[in-house]
């Protein structure tokens, strides 16, 4: 990219990327085949290019620092810059389908960097097909916050299997997530809220936190604001459906 192409995208005042220069479709088709790459196991993934100054080179030192917050769907980024600095110790991505958006979410990230130097150095974004791909990113009980923030409502019913909480899926989010663990949903369409919920209710390892718990958790208050969706939907003055649940053993095999 010529050099007065990429100063235009980048904000004089704020020294980020602007999103006018990134804009893409709202959402992409995860069933789709899509090229890009993919690590053939979590032990394949490269640190180094995600964290340079966490780890400086490919060798992992002793591989015990790890990936604990995944996005999926992480749009333009905004919940992942809040969570860097809320849990400046914990390394964290972005899961993006869309390649426009997942290089603004760089190029943010990277900016952010340098105009804070030793901040922002704990998250980073990747292009990929989380409905497909998440075994190849995390081993099994490595998360402990999975996010999942205004996801495709797929209206249809002929593609609620493109949806990205199912049953089918969420198996594979238990596998991931440690005991503990936490799944955040949140949408501004009730009947894709519920669904939502009724989906994590009906699996057997996962149950609802209480509302003491949701009013101490500060994450939850980041849902609906953190995002560039979020806070359309709050300028708009309209509703959203949440559904934060804890992965759980079930009692069948805690014997």
Same mark, same amino acid.
């Given at each position: 990219m010529p050099e007065t192409e990429v100063k235009a995208t980048i904000s004089k005042s704020t020294g980020l990327p602007r999103k006018r220069f990134y804009r893409a479709r709202a959402h992409s088709n995860p069933l789709s085949d899509s090229h890009f790459p993919v690590p053939i196991s979590p032990s394949q993934f490269d640190y180094s290019l995600h964290y340079p100054q966490i780890f400086p080179s490919s060798d992992q030192a002793d591989g015990s620092r790890k990936i604990q917050f995944a996005d999926i769907g992480c749009g333009f980024g905004g919940l992942l810059i809040s969570l860097s600095t809320l849990f400046p110790e914990t390394l964290m991505i972005g899961m993006e389908l869309r390649d426009k958006v997942t290089e603004y979410v760089k190029e943010r990230i990277l900016s952010l960097r340098v105009a804070n130097p030793g901040q922002y150095q704990n998250v980073s974004v990747v292009r990929t097909n989380s409905m497909k791909y998440i075994p190849n990113y995390f081993e099994k009980a490595q998360l402990t916050k999975m @996010? @999942?923030? @205004? #996801?495709? #409502?797929? @209206? *249809?019913? *002929?593609?609620? %299997? %493109?949806?990205?909480?199912s049953p089918f899926l969420l198996d594979e989010y238990a596998y991931v997530l440690k005991a503990g663990g936490i799944i955040y949903t949140i949408t501004d369409v009730e009947e894709l809220g519920d669904w939502m919920k009724s989906c994590l209710e009906n699996h057997p390892m996962f149950e609802a936190l209480t509302e003491k718990e949701l009013e101490a958790d500060p994450v939850v208050k980041l849902l609906s604001s953190a995002t560039e969706e979020g806070q359309k939907v709050a300028r708009n003055g309209g509703q959203t459906f949440q559904a934060v649940f804890r992965r759980i053993v079930p009692s069948d095999q805690t014997s």
């Open positions: @996010f @999942f923030l @205004f #996801p495709d #409502p797929h @209206f *249809k019913e *002929k593609n609620h %299997r %493109r949806r990205v909480i």
